[in-house]
């Protein structure tokens, strides 16, 4: 079964400061083994953690991006970076922070977060065009959308990214507003999303007519890089746990069943078997399959990301 497949038959059915180190006084690393694995570019890819101020953790070192640096997120390639800057305007900049364009001006009075990559290949047999977008949040006047910009765009006009659904008898709306927390994956364009409303994560594919629909009770989405699971998080008995569910199979796994802290804002790796994790001591990483415990690689605290 192909992951556009999977993807259709499932749709149908950091701002926070550095802790325990000075920001340019270390690496944040508990101790050298665990910066040099963090580090290590492999087929994981490069553990980066962006929190808010203007240096980014990149292979172990910070890296000034000149600007505030507010949930950062990676280009398929690895070769660039999205993120929210100081005047929460949407930014792209090369890896070592140099060429910084402002994709988006924020107009004033919005609060947008969480950019993710939308690319795709053009699919000239069902009609899709190529795609190199960035999808992200806006929040204007206590209303949360989903919108979208050509990742290329200079100061270019954010657009409502449309989610549909395909009306018929047992087949809800999807939910315009409360929409929050988009992440993208794969060579098809598809992407989750979570609703602040609902309490669900929802899926979206270009593919089909109905583009999407809910998935699971959660929130803080993120897609596998072979679009075949969604890794999210849920509150289980007064602590946010992290979850993964099969496409494939609709099996829902707790990867932390035994948490006595906050693991929150997972990201996948690029080769699809490791998630990095925020707690509110740091930065940890255990295997997607469930298979292993929490390692804590790094007392920074913000939101992780993979470089491929």
Do not use: C
């Not at 072979?226 to 099969?246: I, K, P, Q, T, Y």
């Amino acid at each position: 079964m192909s992951a556009r497949t999977r993807n259709t038959a499932a749709a149908i059915a950091l701002a926070a400061a550095v802790t325990g180190t000075a920001l340019l006084g270390g690496s944040g690393f508990a101790n050298a083994a665990q910066a040099a694995t963090a580090a290590k570019s492999s087929s994981h890819g490069t553990l980066t953690i962006s929190n808010g101020t203007k240096y980014v953790l990149i292979n172990g070192h910070w890296v000034n991006f000149g600007v505030p640096v507010r949930d950062l997120a990676w280009s398929p390639n690895g070769a660039k970076a999205a993120f929210i800057d100081g005047a929460g305007n949407l930014d792209v900049a090369n890896a070592d922070g140099s060429r910084r364009v402002v994709v988006a001006k924020n107009p004033g009075g919005q609060n947008w977060s969480h950019p993710t990559w939308q690319v795709a290949k053009a699919d000239t047999q069902d009609g899709i065009p190529a795609k190199n977008n960035l999808i992200f949040a806006a929040r204007a006047n206590g209303v949360s959308r989903l919108k979208y910009v050509a990742a290329t765009a200079v100061h270019g006009t954010p657009r409502t990214l449309p989610l549909v659904a395909e009306p018929g008898p047992g087949v809800p709306s999807l939910p315009q507003t409360g929409n929050m927390w988009p992440n993208a994956a794969g060579g098809h364009g598809t992407s989750v999303y979570a609703n602040s409303s609902t309490g669900e994560v929802y899926i979206r594919d270009d593919y089909i007519r109905q583009q999407g629909g809910a998935l699971t009770k959660g929130s803080q989405p993120a897609l596998s890089p072979n679009e075949e699971e969604v890794v999210f998080v849920r509150s289980v008995a007064g602590h946010d746990h992290v979850l993964v569910e099969d496409f494939t199979t609709g099996h829902v796994k707790d990867l932390t069943p035994h948490a006595t802290t906050d693991y929150t804002e997972p990201a996948w790796s690029a080769d699809g078997t490791t998630l990095a994790v925020r707690t509110p001591s740091g930065t940890v990483t255990m295997p997607a399959s469930g298979s292993g415990h929490p390692t804590k690689v790094t007392s920074v605290v913000g939101l992780a990301a993979y470089r491929p």
